[in-house]
Protein backbone atom coordinates (compact mmCIF):
# COMPACT_ATOMS: atom_id res chain seq x y z
CA UNK A 1 0.00 0.00 0.00
CA UNK A 2 1.31 3.50 -1.01
CA UNK A 3 1.63 6.38 1.92
CA UNK A 4 2.25 9.61 2.23
CA UNK A 5 -0.05 10.45 -1.07
CA UNK A 6 -4.16 12.17 -1.49
CA UNK A 7 -6.19 9.14 -2.44
CA UNK A 8 -9.39 9.29 -4.29
CA UNK A 9 -11.57 6.84 -4.71
CA UNK A 10 -11.87 5.35 -8.61
CA UNK A 11 -14.93 2.80 -7.85
CA UNK A 12 -16.86 1.11 -5.98
CA UNK A 13 -16.34 -3.02 -6.71
CA UNK A 14 -19.02 -5.13 -7.17
CA UNK A 15 -17.35 -8.47 -5.33
CA UNK A 16 -14.41 -9.63 -4.07
CA UNK A 17 -13.43 -10.88 -7.77
CA UNK A 18 -13.69 -7.25 -9.42
CA UNK A 19 -12.00 -5.47 -6.48
CA UNK A 20 -9.13 -8.13 -7.13
CA UNK A 21 -8.96 -7.80 -11.10
CA UNK A 22 -9.26 -3.86 -10.92
CA UNK A 23 -6.06 -4.04 -8.03
CA UNK A 24 -4.53 -6.04 -10.10
CA UNK A 25 -4.47 -4.14 -13.22
CA UNK A 26 -4.35 -0.94 -11.52
CA UNK A 27 -0.91 -2.44 -9.94
CA UNK A 28 0.54 -4.26 -13.08
CA UNK A 29 0.45 -0.78 -14.73
CA UNK A 30 2.68 0.46 -11.62
CA UNK A 31 -0.77 2.74 -10.02
CA UNK A 32 -0.65 2.50 -6.51
CA UNK A 33 -4.08 0.99 -5.12
CA UNK A 34 -5.88 1.75 -2.28
CA UNK A 35 -8.73 -1.28 -1.09
CA UNK A 36 -11.12 -0.32 1.60
CA UNK A 37 -14.63 -0.87 2.84
CA UNK A 38 -16.55 2.04 1.67
CA UNK A 39 -17.08 3.56 4.93
CA UNK A 40 -16.80 2.55 8.60
CA UNK A 41 -19.71 0.31 9.25
CA UNK A 42 -18.62 -1.59 6.37
CA UNK A 43 -15.44 -1.54 8.16
CA UNK A 44 -16.17 -2.98 10.91
CA UNK A 45 -18.62 -5.41 9.39
CA UNK A 46 -16.15 -6.89 6.92
CA UNK A 47 -13.38 -6.95 10.11
CA UNK A 48 -15.80 -9.30 12.10
CA UNK A 49 -16.47 -11.48 9.28
CA UNK A 50 -19.96 -10.15 8.85
CA UNK A 51 -19.57 -8.42 5.49
CA UNK A 52 -16.67 -10.25 3.57
CA UNK A 53 -18.03 -9.66 0.28
CA UNK A 54 -19.73 -5.92 1.13
CA UNK A 55 -18.98 -2.88 -1.13
CA UNK A 56 -15.46 -2.79 -1.14
CA UNK A 57 -13.79 0.77 -2.55
CA UNK A 58 -10.66 1.07 -5.19
CA UNK A 59 -8.64 4.36 -4.41
CA UNK A 60 -5.65 5.75 -6.55
CA UNK A 61 -3.79 8.76 -5.66
CA UNK A 62 -5.64 11.71 -7.06
CA UNK A 63 -2.62 12.80 -9.43
CA UNK A 64 -2.80 9.16 -11.49
CA UNK A 65 -6.66 9.51 -11.06
CA UNK A 66 -7.07 10.27 -14.69
CA UNK A 67 -4.67 7.40 -16.08
CA UNK A 68 -6.35 4.95 -13.83
CA UNK A 69 -9.93 6.05 -15.26
CA UNK A 70 -8.53 5.68 -18.90
CA UNK A 71 -7.04 2.29 -17.99
CA UNK A 72 -10.51 0.65 -16.17
CA UNK A 73 -12.33 1.76 -19.46
CA UNK A 74 -10.04 0.83 -22.21
CA UNK A 75 -9.95 -2.39 -20.24
CA UNK A 76 -13.61 -3.37 -19.35
CA UNK A 77 -15.17 -0.95 -21.70
CA UNK A 78 -16.53 2.96 -20.80
CA UNK A 79 -19.62 1.77 -18.71
CA UNK A 80 -17.44 0.32 -16.35
CA UNK A 81 -17.39 3.29 -14.34
CA UNK A 82 -20.59 4.59 -14.60
CA UNK A 83 -22.21 5.00 -11.86
CA UNK A 84 -19.95 4.58 -9.68
Request: charged share 25%; hydrophobic share 45%.
Amino acid sequence: MASGKDFTILFHAKNRQEMELGRQLLEEAGIPVVIGASDRVEMLEVLQGSSAEGLLTVAVPIDRFDEATGLIEDTWGPEALAGR
